[in-house]
């Protein structure tokens, strides 16, 4: 256990931000037992044009300008930085070097906010942990010093297209010289351990208590009237994750079954085939304390996710939030499915999604969705912060060797 030490955060994700993320609620985790740092990710230069309206953008100037605090106290054990500095924007510069040069000189900016709020609440021995930001946080660890430098990956950023021009190099390079680093999942952590041996899978943690069957008293209208049995899938309904062609290819399998989609579509799933078929259901976006609701409804639940190099390594958390519910659910196999294989389907092929549904269908019982619940129950963000610790004390007593 980690307890009573002082903990520096930072990553892709602001506190303030509108959309949650792995990082905050580990730091929230954190400081249950020690001292936490938050600290959001500085302005960029074209980001203050570009989005001079952004509510978020606005704050920052207001704080750049000394109108609002930039260290602010949420709560005994945790502050929020917000770092009075302007960076220069790199992302789409071709020429290496000169990144490499300026991503220095934005190294330093940000490093030096963090040693003025430092010295403020007093940190000595902090360990730094890094969410995925292998830019900002090159160089941290030689311009702060840390006890120990931890880069912690949940998602192939590095496939993404805002990244895939220079991802690969910097996150490299980040890995290497990280003093150890912590995975989501095992895909992502075979990718780690290629640059740094102190790599360990932690799992992932996730806040089940949303849904629990128990509470749901109410169904929605609009999928009251829905026939089962409704195979249904919740999330953003995006092409670079999702398989349009799997989703058409169980609808067109079976015209008796419904398939459910809650959520936003992007363009390619808004000007998809599926919008012709009587037995497809778009419900659009919902609150998320609404989900609940129309998961319970769900025969069987679905995650049709294409495989690239996108979505291969990622942990779908709301694989867990299915099996809190209780329900049969059909994944696309992946390396990180894994883990799930004892409590859900897993499918390689159109035609397995239609056999393997077929299947849950028929031999669901009271005592699987049990055993789907309890097993969702230990995927816990305090289990998941534990397995962080465990990881911080392995590379710990080496050095102490």
């Known amino acids: 256990m980690i307890k009573d030490k002082n903990i520096i955060v930072h990553g892709l994700q602001s506190l303030d931000s509108p959309i949650g993320s792995n990082c905050i609620n580990i730091a929230f985790e954190f400081s249950k037992q020690n001292k936490v740092l938050y600290v959001n990710y500085p302005l960029d ?21 000394k109108k609002q605090a930039d260290l602010v106290q949420i709560n005994d054990n945790m502050w929020n930085l917000y770092p ?9 510069i071709g020429f290496k070097p000169l990144v490499s040069y300026l991503n220095k000189i934005n190294n ?7 040693k003025e709020a430092i010295n403020k609440l007093g940190f000595k021995d902090f360990i730094l942990f890094n969410d995925s930001d292998f830019y900002r946080g090159l160089h941290l660890k030689e311009l702060l010093s840390p006890a120990l430098a931890v880069y912690y990956t949940r998602d192939n950023m590095r496939a993404t297209e805002y990244f895939r021009k220079h991802g690969v190099f910097f996150e490299d390079k980040i890995m290497k010289k990280s003093d150890l680093i912590v995975s989501n999942s095992v895909y992502l952590n075979n990718i780690a351990k290629k640059q740094n041996p102190n790599s360990f899978y932690v799992g992932q943690g996730c806040d089940i208590s949303l849904f629990d069957r128990e509470l749901v008293k109410e169904i929605p209208e609009d999928i009251s009237k829905i026939k089962s049995p409704i195979v249904g899938y919740i999330g953003a309904l995006k092409s670079a994750r999702l398989s349009v062609n799997t989703i058409e290819y169980i609808a067109k399998s079976k015209p008796d079954w419904n398939v459910v989609l809650v959520g936003p579509e992007d ?11 009587s037995n497809v259901y778009f419900l659009g976006s919902k609150k998320m304390e609404d989900l609940p609701s129309y998961l319970k409804t769900f025969t069987v639940a679905i995650n049709p996710q294409s495989l690239n190099p996108l979505t291969i390594g990622n942990y779908p958390r709301k694989i867990d939030e299915y099996l809190a519910m ?24 159109n035609e397995d999604y239609v056999k393997l549904i077929d299947l849950a269908i028929n031999e669901n019982s ?13 995927h816990t963000w305090e289990n998941n912060v534990s397995a962080i610790y465990n990881a911080f004390e392995k590379v710990l007593c080496k050095s102490l060797k």
């Open 108 to 114: 330093k900016r940000f490093a030096a906010k963090i």
């Open 326 to 349: 209780g329900k049969p659910t059909v994944a696309t196999l992946t390396e990180t499915m894994k883990v799930f294989k004892d409590h859900t389907y897993l499918a390689e092929t």
């Open 267 to 277: 363009d390619i799933f808004k000007n998809s085939s599926l919008h012709k078929y």
């Open 366 to 378: 009271e005592e699987k969705e049990l055993k789907r619940i309890n097993f969702a129950k230990t």
């Open 45 to 65: 230069r074209v980001t203050s044009i570009r989005q001079k309206s952004n509510p978020l953008v606005i704050k920052r100037k207001n704080i750049l300008r």
């Open 84 to 92: 009075r500095t302007m960076l220069e924007s790199i992302n789409k």
